[in-house]
């Protein structure tokens, strides 16, 4: 890629937006949804910026990088392998991930898990797994290993 293509730099991406339901995104919706992303990937809710019914947003990592969750009557719908993906600086950090929504996944069947694996292309290892819960969305979880 060339850099004078983007007089003001290169693009980074910001946000995620995705729809649910207006009923999904009442307080019990909204809790249940930064219960598991907040406790599984520590993302925060910006609470300011929270519409009862109407939207939610979720910081990852931080507050200029989020998921931004709002109500349609016609919510967005995906085949299961539609996703994003998020990155984390360690296979350990990975590791844990994993373990916390996998714990979760054991007492709720409506956690989607695909489990860890890795693409090995000789100069890069990405470590992954897939997860969708209350998201019309999967999220990716990867460790690029660069052995």
Partial sequence: ????????GVPRLNHVAVSLPPDRLDAEGRAAITDFYGACFGWVEL??????RRKLI???GHWDQFL????????????RMDHFGVSVSSLA????????????????????VIGLSVDD????K????????LLPIMVEVQYWEFP
């Fill in 1 to 8: 890629m060339r850099q004078e293509l983007y007089p003001a």
């Fill in 47 to 52: 609470d300011s910026e929270t519409v009862d």
């Fill in 58 to 60: 979720l910081a990852i």
């Fill in 68 to 79: 931004f969750i709002h109500a349609e009557d016609e919510p967005m719908r995906s085949p």
């Fill in 93 to 112: 950090d990975l590791e844990a991930t994993h373990a916390r929504v996998a714990d979760r996944a054991a007492t709720d069947p409506a956690i989607d």
């Fill in 121 to 124: 292309f000789d100069v890069l």
């Fill in 126 to 133: 990405v470590h992954s797994f897939y997860v969708r819960h």
